[in-house]
């Protein structure tokens, strides 16, 4: 596969619970990044990799949320105790090299609904 | 296959002037049109949405205008500062599917 995957592509559930979310970027990107969107909302920015560089986590909204990538290259997002307002697509892109502005290639997205 | 161009790779205005940032886009009925300022080694941030059924939305020096029948959306940043430059992304979005990132304009700002 040459694009972006993410899995699950739909995750159900309950309040407190923790969910893990994964992203396989396309090979040979170095950086990788995470949002989520609510339905109407804008793209939320959450957390950037980029190679061996300490992540950007400037875009966690709280303790609860944290993410890893092993390898340089899959990247899991977690999501500890969750709570309804998580509920959200969480969407994970890769880009080859950001300092030249690369594009942003996105995966299809993981569908989270907290009850 | 869908395509977004912005008007140029870089865009250099003197300070106090209106900067305008062009995004194009072929082969995509967008539900929403969104725009992100990126700063170097930061991830992109949201700035501003517009339906498709808006034609200008503002806020503060912020306008966007979209229009869905030249497939076109203009971004001006009025009494521009230094600290407005950054990369300004467009992006479209259908309802959650099929997210779509333009490559983005390198704005200046000079003094």
């Known amino acids: 596969g040459a694009g972006v995957s993410q899995s699950p592509s739909n995750k159900v559930t309950e309040k407190g619970k923790d969910v893990e979310l994964r992203c396989d970027p396309i090979?040979?990107?170095?950086?990788l990044y995470w949002y989520r969107q609510s339905l109407g909302q804008g793209l939320e920015f959450l957390i950037y990799f980029q190679g061996n560089s300490a992540p950007d986590k400037s875009g966690l909204p709280s303790d609860r949320f944290s993410a890893e990538r092993t390898g340089g290259s899959v990247s899991t997002l977690t999501i500890q105790r969750t709570q309804q307002e998580d509920s959200a697509v969480y969407l994970c892109?890769?880009?080859?090299?950001?300092?030249?502005?690369?594009?942003?290639?996105f995966g299809p997205g993981t569908r989270l609904l907290v009850l | 296959s869908q395509k977004i161009e912005q008007n140029s790779e870089a865009l250099n205005i003197q300070e106090g002037k209106t900067a305008t940032l062009t995004c194009n886009y072929t082969?995509?009925?967008?539900?929403?049109l969104q725009w992100y300022r990126q700063d170097p080694g930061r991830g992109p941030v949201f700035l501003l949405l517009i339906r498709e059924n808006e034609k200008e939305k503002r806020k503060e020096r912020l306008k966007v205008t979209f229009d869905t029948t030249l497939k076109q959306s203009l971004f001006h940043i009025t009494a521009s500062q230094p600290a407005d430059s950054a990369t300004y992304l467009c992006a479209l979005d259908n309802y959650g599917q099929n997210f779509v990132f333009g490559p983005g304009t390198r704005l200046s700002v000079l003094p």
């Open positions: 892109a890769s880009s080859l090299d950001p300092s030249d502005q690369e594009t942003q290639y």
């Open positions: 082969n995509y009925s967008p539900a929403y």
């Open positions: 090979s040979g990107h170095t950086a």
